[in-house]
């Protein structure tokens, strides 16, 4: 008899984790308590997946002898309580997916910079001449490439609520960018719970792996007991030298993952084309995983030089009397747009505000007093935003939407001046995303 999967959601993640689990024999049903995209629905019906939509139904749910959910779906809704009440084992799309694959797993996890970084590593690889996938919480989902790739290598980016879900799974190569404070309203406000959640990515990790990790990211440092596995470290820093890993002097990022038996790779920030200190760790953390694997360092310098930043990560959007705009809608964190901010040497002036994840902006106050001439808000409740930094700048506005910050921006702006969107808050208030969040910022911009 067939075992019963049953999913909850139907975006990516969803709907290549039915089309993985009709190819391996399962009895798959889907559940959306929300509409589904026209496009999932036309893959759905194409390889015949039943599935509903804008409700669940908890017959056709707690019948399941395995449920794979959406990592967009918190633990706390009945369905899940009632799914647990049963023993109904709840997995992640990585856990499910992982069971089907002997590809060598290089996984990323941090609050901060790593889509950056899987991207860069992903574009080493594929340089190098490596049969690679890239997946996970970027591009399509782990589950959909195993269903219809055969690739050596996968290059995952995975959020905490995708770990929460791992179990059995084993990355050979886990890197964690950092830990600063996100998603609290996920972990009951409870930042030890985020932290453990994080480090999951060492479970099960062997003597043959790799764990890769900053060693500027004083939450990871201290707590790096947490990591429970057996693989061999190596870390990485822009204020000492750490070896066998990589560290920062000058501009000059010096990679060894071998101090005993060959010499360090070097490679000159000023060459590259990711600018700041916040790609140099991302740089870093890339080249380590580069250096483990054989890869040439004339493919990795070739990628460090050529590589484009991700969109919504400090894009530049480009000039409008003579005033900057940058799109770095993806900073959804207070440490994500620490980097932002520090990375601008011109006046700014600041959009940001949204969905608050129980964000401290202390951390960013000095930087705000140094840099920022005006600020606007964008959020539905920006009174932390006012509480934190009102004494620090010259002016606050609350905008009522994102065409109202772009003009009121360009219109405070002088010449010289940076528009910087970087938001340190989710933006699940005003839009679907981050990405339409950074859209709508570029096509107001190029409107004006």
């Known amino acids: 008899m067939k075992q019963r999967l049953v999913i909850l959601g139907a975006g990516e993640t969803g709907t290549g984790t039915a089309i993985l689990g009709l190819k ?14 026209e496009q999932y629905i036309n893959e759905l019906n194409e390889y015949n997946v039943i599935y509903e939509q804008n409700k669940h139904t908890e017959e056709l749910i707690l019948n399941a002898d395995l449920v794979v959910k959406s990592p967009g779906i918190p633990d706390h809704v009945a369905i899940i309580t009632k799914l647990k009440q049963k023993n109904i084992p709840i997995i992640s799309e990585i856990e499910f997916a992982g069971k089907y694959t002997q590809a060598y797993t290089i996984c990323i996890t941090g ?21 690679v996938g890239l997946g996970g919480n970027i591009g399509k989902s782990f ?96 204020f000492e030298k750490t070896l066998p890993g990589a560290f920062q002097v000058e501009k000059i990022i010096h990679i060894n993952t071998q101090p005993n038996k060959k010499q360090e790779n070097m490679y000159d920030q000023n060459d590259m084309s990711l600018k700041g200190r916040h790609n140099a760790y991302n740089a870093m953390a890339a080249g380590i995983a580069a250096d483990v694997l054989d890869i040439s360092k004339a493919v990795v310098r070739e990628s460090f030089t050529d590589f484009q930043s991700i969109e919504h990560r400090l894009e530049s959007v480009g000039k409008v009397g003579g005033v900057e705009f940058i799109n770095d809608s993806k900073a959804t964190t207070v440490n994500a747009a620490w980097f932002a901010l520090e990375s601008q040497e011109n006046p700014i002036i600041w959009i940001a505000g949204g969905q608050d994840k129980g964000n401290d902006y202390t951390k960013l106050k000095s930087l705000v007093k140094d840099k920022v001439r005006f600020i606007i808000c964008i959020g539905n409740d920006n009174r932390k935003i006012h509480e934190a930094f009102s004494n620090d700048v010259e002016m606050m506005i609350n905008a009522t939407s994102m065409q109202e910050a772009v003009q009121v921006s360009f219109q405070l702006a002088q010449k010289g001046d940076t528009v910087l969107l970087s938001p340190a808050c989710a933006s699940f208030d005003r839009f679907a995303d981050y990405q339409e969040r950074g859209r709508m910022f570029k096509k107001y911009v190029k409107n004006l």
């Open 111 to 131: 609050t901060d910079g790593k889509t950056t970084t899987t991207s860069l590593l992903y574009d080493i690889l594929k340089r190098a001449g490596l049969n």
């Open 143 to 238: 589950a959909r490439q195993v269903a219809l790739n055969i690739f050596d290598y996968y290059v995952l980016e995975i959020s905490s609520f995708q770990l929460d879900g791992m179990f059995d799974f084993r990355a050979n190569i886990a890197i964690l960018t950092n830990i600063t404070p996100d998603h609290l309203d996920r972990y009951d406000y409870d930042i030890n719970k985020y932290i453990a959640s994080k480090f999951r990515i060492t479970q099960n990790q062997t003597e043959d792996d790799h764990f890769i990790y900053s060693q500027d990211s004083e939450l990871l440092i201290n707590n790096i007991h947490l990591n429970k596995g057996k693989a061999k470290k190596y870390n990485f820093s822009c």
């Open 24 to 37: 391996k024999g399962y009895d798959v049903f889907l559940s959306d308590k929300e509409t589904i995209k």
